[in-house]
């Protein structure tokens, strides 16, 4: 042998047990700890009923024109706040869950934000788009 260890696969350099067991009982993998139930039953139960809240205020406004753009707007912004109550109560609810890391079901939920970011943009921008071509057709038909 030439003196050079063979490599460990426990690529971590303390002992799993120092990391898991850092004086108090770790809830959810390293992610969280135990003392955060509270906080997470607070979120779920708040994102519920924020949810609930936004169901009867969107069953009271009244309707606009489909094609308009301040529709577009409006819509995206309600499936904004759904989006954004949901995704509190989905954590919420996974960090109350013993031993479940809330790291992987908020990272699904981030990058399902951006994608619908991106998309509710490109829907405002049709939307404002396609208004300046109907106000364009409109205008050269009366003249």
Do not use: K
């Not at 139960?45 to 949810?51: C, R, S, V």
């Not at 951006?114 to 003249?143: M, P």
């Amino acid at each position: 042998m030439t003196g050079i260890e063979p490599a460990s696969h426990n690529f971590c350099p303390l002992p799993l047990r120092a990391i898991t067991d850092a004086g108090d009982r770790t809830y959810g993998g390293t992610v969280v700890s135990a003392t955060y139930r509270d906080l997470f039953a607070t979120v779920a139960t708040a994102a519920g009923a924020l949810t609930g809240l936004l169901f009867v205020a969107l069953s009271l406004v009244p309707r606009r024109a489909s094609g308009s753009g301040l529709s577009v707007i409006q819509q995206v912004r309600a499936a904004a706040a759904w989006l954004a109550f949901t995704n509190a109560l989905a954590v919420g609810l996974f960090g109350l869950v013993p031993g479940t890391n809330v790291g992987y079901p908020a990272l699904v939920l981030g990058v399902i934000g951006i994608a619908f970011t991106v998309a509710g943009i490109r829907s405002i921008l049709a939307s404002q788009a396609t208004s300046r071509q109907q106000g364009i057709g409109v205008s050269s038909l009366q003249s």
